[in-house]
């Protein structure tokens, strides 16, 4: 059975920095690719970065420079190091795994998901 459990989520002031954390059980992160995903109200789900299974990574434009995405092989677990937040980041992040097809062209269904942890960033 696999999971994806998020933590790290909460509420910030703008200009300020979150890390979220995706602990993987049941799946290699290292043999797949993986993605932080977030979902705004009224908006759809979209691919905020992803690494693939042999590292390259991807990020939406609105997050470049600010967020970056990294794993730890030895703890089996994804990071999203989020910077300079700003009001329009507020979502339910996601953390998902999955082919690196999806990851590299943002297009496609991911494999397995978590839950969502929250993010809030306030003005």
């Known amino acids: 059975q696999v999971q994806l459990v998020e933590s790290g989520g909460g509420l910030v002031q703008a200009g300020g920095s979150l890390r979220l954390s995706c602990q993987v059980s049941?799946?290699?992160?290292?043999?797949?690719?993986c993605g932080w995903y977030r979902q705004a109200p009224g908006n759809q789900r979209e691919l905020v970065a992803g690494?693939?299974?042999?590292?390259?990574?991807n990020y939406a434009d609105s997050v470049k420079g600010r967020f970056t995405i990294s794993r730890d092989n030895a703890k089996n677990t994804m990071y999203l190091q989020m910077n300079s937040l700003k009001p329009e980041d507020t979502a339910v992040y996601y953390c998902?795994?999955?082919?690196?097809?999806?990851?590299?062209?943002?297009?496609?269904?991911?494999?397995?998901w978590g839950k969502g942890t929250p993010v809030t960033v306030s003005s």
């Open positions: 690494i693939t299974s042999l590292g390259r990574t």
């Open positions: 998902a795994l999955g082919g690196d097809m999806v990851v590299q062209t943002r297009a496609g269904v991911m494999d397995y």
């Open positions: 049941g799946r290699m992160v290292t043999d797949n690719a």
